[in-house]
């Protein structure tokens, strides 16, 4: 069984540093993460925390428009840790944002096997726990529709009842390469970039991540509470779906909801807040999201989100998503452009 690669995440947009603000507006560049575990929430076994086996070349995985899969950062000019690439499914990560315990089978070329690919070609992927309640059940593919739209690397969807390679996020609901996928101490499945928003995740002292059954009842609760308080039964403002676990708008009083992974792909503000073991990441929909926002919304969604795939029209001076018009395009067309409602005008203007 082999991982789909319908798409390199080196054949992506222009790279750029993702924008991270803390919980009191101000500005930073980067998440401050943990120098052994490379990720922002939870606490982790820091028994021994010394690493001194970090890779100190460059490979070459980091070339221009490529960002790491967990932290979503470029590989910096002057970082210690550079980009490594797994053989299998093409992660890429900064070192420390994948290993955590200082053992980085890593070969000379900065290639390695990830936690998943290994699953799969052993097939086997842990013994699973059997407090089934808390678990997250097997994801259906995800609509072509949605604005959080995977990049081609995804892990299959087993054809046999081998539990432990069905390989998706318990957080997200995601088969993506991207976002970094760990396995947990439960015989399931995590994205190390989900991780970062739940306050009591942590990474054992065999590298697995650990999700207290706490974590389920804590985001069940709060869901709860949502829908008795405003009716609503909330849903990702990016994929769509209910399912997983979701996070809140950090604006307060907003009723919007994501995913972590998808606000990571459609590009939401992170905001950055202190917990008592710690940083976890929060995100803003795309209509609180400093910088997401278009001067303009799209007409047929009604967000300002994903500007540079807006489109505006000459005719009427609305703005329209590429993904949101039927049937989509999927790029900026050269020249002028006119909506349905204006195409008639576009006509009787190109002929003149």
């Not at 460059?58 to 490529?66: A, D, I, K, N, S």
């Not at 303009?296 to 967000?303: D, Q």
């Amino acid at each position: 069984m082999e991982v789909e690669k319908l798409a390199s995440k080196e054949e992506g947009g222009p790279g750029k540093k993702r924008k991270t603000i803390d919980a009191d507006g101000r500005g930073s560049d980067d998440l401050q993460v943990d120098a052994t575990s490379g990720v922002a929430a939870g606490p982790v076994d820091t028994m021994n925390s010394e690493i001194d086996t970090k890779p100190q070349q460059r490979y070459g995985h980091g070339c221009e428009g490529t960002l790491c899969d967990v932290c979503f950062m470029d590989e910096g000019e002057d970082g210690d840790t550079f980009f490594v690439k797994c053989r299998g499914c093409l992660l890429v990560v900064h070192s420390d944002c994948y290993f955590a315990d200082g053992d980085m089978p890593i070969d000379d070329k900065g290639l390695f096997d990830c936690d998943a690919c290994r699953a799969l070609k052993e097939g086997y992927g842990g013994k699973v726990k059997k407090n089934s309640n808390y678990f997250t059940p097997s994801p259906e593919p995800l609509s072509k529709y949605i604005e959080a739209k995977s990049d081609g690397r995804n892990y299959p969807t087993p054809t046999d009842k081998n539990v432990a390679l069905d390989i998706f996020c318990q957080l997200c609901a995601r088969r993506d390469v991207s976002g970094g996928m760990k396995a947990t101490d439960a015989g399931k499945w995590v994205h190390l970039a989900c991780m970062m928003t739940c306050r009591e995740a942590y990474i054992d002292f065999k590298g697995r991540v650990v999700l207290p059954s706490k974590m389920y009842r804590r985001a069940k609760q709060e869901l709860d509470e949502f829908h008795r308080k405003t009716g609503m039964k909330p849903a990702c403002q990016a994929c769509c779906r209910n399912s997983a676990v979701l996070l809140r708008c950090a604006e307060e009083k907003c009723h919007a909801h994501l995913h972590p992974l998808c606000a990571e792909i459609a590009n939401r503000e992170r905001v950055v807040t202190a917990v008592d073991n710690g940083e976890i990441i929060q995100y803003r929909c795309a209509k609180h999201s400093d910088g997401g926002l278009h001067a303009h919304s799209c007409v047929i969604c009604g967000l300002g989100n994903k500007w540079e795939d807006m489109l505006g029209c000459v005719g009427c001076g609305r703005w329209y998503h590429l993904f949101c018009l039927k049937p989509q395009l999927e790029g900026v067309p050269d020249g002028d452009w006119f909506c349905s409602d204006c195409h008639e005008i576009g006509m009787l203007g190109a002929g003149k």
